[in-house]
């Protein structure tokens, strides 16, 4: 995963990213908050996937993301059901 711009948002307390990946098939949201947590040494609550773009016949995708300073910080700015996005729903059976 490559990094292609950085923007860093001090009145909102995070860091606004677009990534660039290559890969034949799209991760999951799951998988790629895994991978920013590593790469930037942070907790899962605090990185926000805003989208991911794979287009129809292409290798390329390209994600962008926040990553905040702090759990707090998140949940004043983002919206709730933006942490609720990529987790596995209850009563639901695993496919």
Excluded at 36 to 50: A, D, M, P, R, Y
Aim: hydrophobic share 30%; aromatic share 6%.
């Amino acid at each position: 995963m490559e990094t292609v711009e950085q923007k860093e948002n001090p009145l909102q307390g995070r860091k606004e990213l677009i990534l660039v990946m290559e890969s034949e098939k799209t991760p999951s949201r799951k998988e790629l908050v895994d991978e920013l947590c590593k790469k930037f040494g942070v907790s899962q609550e605090q990185v926000i996937l805003n989208k991911v773009d794979h287009p129809f016949g292409s290798r390329r995708i390209t994600v962008r993301a926040k990553i905040y300073s702090s759990l707090e910080q998140a949940k004043r700015f983002e919206p709730g059901y933006r942490f609720e996005r990529g987790m596995k729903k209850k009563g639901t059976k695993p496919t």
